[in-house]
């Protein structure tokens, strides 16, 4: 019996003082989390609308979209992030289009955890930059070799999976919102 | 000065004696994970020297007050909090760094280094062997990821740290990158560690 009580007594001190512990950790650190959540959302939005000088938080249907304004605080484009199963967990990417909806400015992988070396080069400029003034009036395709249209990209040697993964979730959402526009 | 010897002794085996990963072979699954670029290797590296030491330190303090049927699951509340605040200091003042581990920090929780150090040393020796102990095993674990990560990295990516290392006509051996580079990498280390050591008793036989 005492023996029984010492032991339940000392798991739940250590547990006690591990949760209070934790939450003292939590409460510190969680403005500067935030702010680097927040900072990060910012400059993607500004990396994937060049042109951007501020932006707005609104929805287009269910969607929620960034729109972004020049210097003369014209309407100069659209930013949104765009999530989907990649080859391994979940990739999380921010896209930019033109404000007429016609072509792809800039895309940006904000997360993924593909294969290190071999998926995980979807977040490499090389693979971020074929999206650049990708045509929208068909869908993006991915092809192994040079693309030869203006709606192709290059596959990743070795991970086509996830850039195939990253191709076709930037297609459904666009998709998405040309319809609910 | 007999008392730093033992000091020095406690320390210095995790480098080589009983290296973590060459010798005792405990701690694998991040070794294999994380090894494919010499940058994840060393950060999952310091990460994990920091976690144990922390807990060896604590654990051997309290090590007469935990009763010993409850030793294991103290011991995973007390390493998964100093996990679990590695990460969060890690998101707040590292993002970069932190992004780029991903899932793996809290996996530190797991790796059997830690827990093992616990059971083998820090339960049962004074607070300042158990300091020596987590450091020279830290170390040695952060050296051997190193050591792996490096061919691995070498080898299927022709880069060091990120750097341009091979040149000319070189085809990166992807395979090197993948699951079964790292346990071909891991088995020749493995070898070559046999080796030497097999070569150094050998020659202290004929010396005698």
Avoid at chain 1, 6 to 26: D, E, G, H, Q, R
Avoid at chain 2, 20 to 37: D, E, K, N, W, Y
Avoid at chain 2, 158 to 185: D, E, S, Y
């Amino acid at each position: 019996m005492k023996q029984s009580f010492k032991m339940i007594f000392s798991l739940c001190l250590i547990a006690v003082v591990s949760a209070v512990v934790l939450a003292k950790v939590y409460q510190i650190t969680q403005p500067a989390i935030t702010a680097n959540e927040k900072k990060a959302t910012e400059v993607a939005v500004y990396k994937v609308v060049s042109a951007a000088n501020s932006y707005k938080e609104a929805k287009i249907g269910e969607i929620d979209i960034f729109k972004c304004y020049d210097e003369n605080n014209k309407l100069c484009g659209f930013a949104f992030t765009v999530e989907g199963v990649g080859y391994q967990d979940l990739i999380k990417v921010m896209v930019g289009v033109s404000a007429d909806f016609n072509k792809i400015l800039a895309i940006e992988v904000l997360e993924n955890s593909e294969t290190p070396g071999l998926g995980n080069k979807i977040e490499t400029p090389w693979f971020e930059n074929q999206f650049q003034n990708l045509d929208l009036q068909n869908k993006i395709t991915v092809v192994k070799g040079v693309p030869q249209k203006n709606s192709e990209i290059q596959a990743i040697t070795g991970a086509t999976i996830s850039s195939e993964a990253v191709v076709d979730i930037v297609n459904n959402k666009i998709e998405e919102l040309k319809k609910s526009k | 000065m007999r008392k730093i010897n033992v000091l020095f002794s406690d320390f210095i085996k995790g480098l080589w004696q009983e290296n973590p990963i060459f010798r005792l072979l405990i701690g694998m699954c991040p070794t294999l994970a994380v090894t494919s670029q010499v940058k994840n290797g060393l950060a999952m590296g310091l990460a994990t020297t920091f976690t144990l030491l922390a807990s060896s330190t604590i654990i051997s303090i309290f090590r007469n007050f935990i009763p010993k049927e409850v030793r294991i699951p103290s011991y995973i509340v007390i390493i998964a909090t100093f996990v679990t605040i590695v990460s969060l200091f890690l998101k707040a003042n590292f993002p970069e760094i932190s992004k780029e581990l991903g899932p793996y920090v809290p996996l530190i929780i797991v790796n059997c280094l830690i827990l093992g150090r616990q059971e083998a040393f820090a339960s049962k020796n004074p607070t300042h062997r158990a300091i020596a102990d987590a450091l020279g095993m830290g170390i040695g674990f952060t050296l051997s990821l190193i050591a792996l990560s490096s061919v691995r990295e070498v080898l299927g990516m022709g880069t060091l740290l990120g750097h341009q290392v091979i040149f000319g006509n070189f085809r990166p051996w992807i395979i090197m990158l993948t699951p079964p580079g790292a346990f071909l990498t891991l088995g020749l280390l493995l070898g070559l560690v046999n080796i030497i050591n097999k070569a150094v008793k050998n020659r202290k036989k004929k010396k005698q």
